[in-house]
């Protein structure tokens, strides 16, 4: 219900905005983004630009995972590794997007740029959450592990990984929706051919605000879904954990 009303509002406040705004050049009304929304959903070029780009940043969202989390084990055994690490995880944080995109764009092409820009952007988060899940672990459970001489492999399936749950599930819910809007930024900025960052690109140039606002409910759509796959992926693989007692 909260959920209904807080829409409602936000609904509520674009109107106005598009009524302040007349003839919608700078904001289009709600109805007309949708009627456009429509007409492009009704193209199979639309669905082109969807499937391309939610691969591309799936592809690196996952890939930020994996790694992160990888990461995130190595600098929780070796103080070395994440010694090293933390000059390049403080840099991923504060470096504008806007400026990796172009360096990226000098070394390579624009094809996989929104792949490249959503690891780098997800991957600090993910691994500071993880390896700080790991080390939040109950001190008691650990004294007994070590008491009954567990391995370190037994110890991170019924101690550090249900300690690094509800961190992993915050990181997943902030990166998610971030990865979108990442993602979609660098292909605005590398405009490869056939992207929603090209569409939006497009939308720009031409003053198409009714279009620009349809994309940006898919992206946010998009952004919505791979939040809630995660999650789900997430909670699958902690029941196959517990499962496998």
């Known amino acids: 219900m909260r959920k209904a009303g807080g829409l409602l509002f ?5 109107q106005l905005l598009s009524l302040h705004f007349p003839g919608g050049l700078a904001v289009a009304s709600p109805l007309d983004s949708l009627r456009t929304l429509c007409s492009l959903a009704g193209t199979a070029a639309f669905w082109q630009r969807v499937l391309l780009s ?6 690196g969202f996952l890939l930020a995972v994996l790694s992160a ?3 995130a084990v190595l600098s929780f055994h070796v103080p070395a590794a994440e010694v090293l690490l933390a000059p390049f995880v403080a840099l991923m944080k504060s470096v504008p997007i806007a400026i990796v995109v172009i360096l990226l764009l000098i070394l390579f092409s624009s094809s996989g740029i929104a792949l490249a820009v959503v690891l780098l952007a997800a991957f600090p988060l993910i691994y500071t959450a993880f390896l700080a899940g790991a080390r939040s672990a109950d001190g008691k459970l650990l004294e007994m592990a070590l008491v009954f001489r567990w391995s370190e492999g037994r110890k991170w399936r019924w101690i550090r990984l249900p300690a690094a749950r509800e961190h992993l599930t915050s990181a997943l819910r902030v990166t998610a929706g971030m990865a979108w809007k990442a993602g979609v930024s660098a292909e605005v900025l590398g405009t490869p051919r056939g992207s929603v960052g090209e569409a939006l690109y497009g939308a720009k140039i031409y003053l198409a605000t ?9 992206i946010l759509l998009l952004g919505w879904l791979m939040e809630r796959l995660s999650l789900c992926l997430l909670k699958g693989l902690y029941r196959l954990r517990e499962a496998g007692a």
């Open 10 to 14: 936000l609904l509520a406040v674009w």
């Open 54 to 59: 939610s691969a591309h940043i799936a592809l």
């Open 69 to 71: 989390c990888a990461a």
């Open 210 to 218: 009714e279009e620009l606002f349809a994309w940006a409910a898919v």
